[in-house]
């Protein structure tokens, strides 16, 4: 089991920025991939970015450019900086690991429970 925790989140102006952290405990596993993803009200769980095991990284269309993402192996930790953030970013985002990258949030066996991210215009 691998117990992941998010943070960071809150309520920020348009244009400001956040950045969210997630701490994995428990049996974790370095070659894990990690995801955020993120649920606005009345929307389906949207993916955002992800970290495999040897750095290498995607993001979605929404966020590419203005965001970045990182992974501390050492610290099993995890982190999404964004930037430039906008109103339609409002979300409760989410960290997930699993052994597969995928954009998919049915292939990650581990989430945390979410931090709120409130950008106001």
């Known amino acids: 089991q691998v117990w992941l925790v998010e943070s960071g989140g809150g309520l920020v102006q348009a244009g400001g920025s956040l950045r969210l952290a997630c701490t994995a405990s428990?049996?974790?596993?370095?070659?894990?991939?990690l995801s955020w993803f993120r649920q606005a009200p009345g929307k389906g769980r949207e993916f955002v970015a992800l970290?495999?095991?040897?750095?290498?990284?995607y993001y979605a269309d929404s966020v590419k450019g203005r965001s970045t993402i990182s992974r501390d192996n050492a610290k099993n930790t995890g982190s999404l900086q964004m930037s430039s953030l906008r109103p339609e970013d409002t979300a409760v985002y989410y960290c997930?690991?699993?052994?597969?990258?995928?954009?998919?949030?049915?292939?990650?066996?581990?989430w945390g429970q979410g931090t709120q991210v409130t950008v106001s215009s």
């Open positions: 997930a690991a699993g052994a597969v990258a995928t954009t998919n949030a049915n292939n990650y066996s581990f």
């Open positions: 428990g049996r974790t596993d370095r070659s894990y991939a």
């Open positions: 970290i495999n095991h040897d750095g290498g990284t």
